[in-house]
């Protein structure tokens, strides 16, 4: 019995895949959603479905999150990374009920305002978390005329 090597003589011996540090993204019914975590005890959300909440220690069930967030800050990169392809619109977004996701925006060459409201649409081409912009005029509950 011998062991088998690969053309060309290297062995193959697969290193274990690391697991993807992105947020993980799921579709219910039409909508795009963040698949997180929430702790049993105290709510807290995680990006990501944990064994224990970490604020209080308790354990953490599976959460859908969003569709909608909220633009906490957001800024274009214009240099080029592999794999992606500049000029790109990268925003942190405060999943409605849920945590704070870093995501790309489909938003051509500029950076949504701070507040602006968003939408989970799905990943790019590279598996980035992507939103888009919603209009603004669409928050009627808004705490408008506060001046
Ligand atoms: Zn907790």
Redesign the pocket.
């Known amino acids: 019995m011998s062991t088998q090597a690969a053309a060309g003589g290297v062995p193959t011996t697969a290193a274990p895949a690391a697991p993807d540090p992105r947020p993980q993204l799921v579709e219910r019914d039409g909508q795009v959603l963040l698949a997180g975590g929430r702790?049993?005890?105290?709510?807290?959300p995680t990006r990501y479905v944990v064994p224990r909440?970490p604020?209080?220690?308790?354990e953490?069930d599976p959460a859908d999150m969003g569709p909608g967030g909220t633009v906490f800050s957001a800024t274009v990169l214009r240099i080029a990374v592999p794999g992606r392809r500049p000029p790109m619109v990268l925003a942190y977004v405060d999943v409605d009920d849920g945590p704070r996701i870093l995501a790309h925006v489909d938003h051509g060459d500029q950076a949504p305002a701070p507040w602006a409201r968003v939408r989970l649409i799905g990943q790019t081409p590279a598996g980035d978390p992507l939103v888009r912009e919603e209009p603004a005029a669409a928050s009627p509950a808004g705490p408008r005329g506060a001046s």
């Not at 702790?39 to 807290?44: E, G, K, T, V």
């Open positions: 702790c049993r005890a105290c709510r807290y909440c604020v209080c220690g308790e953490s």
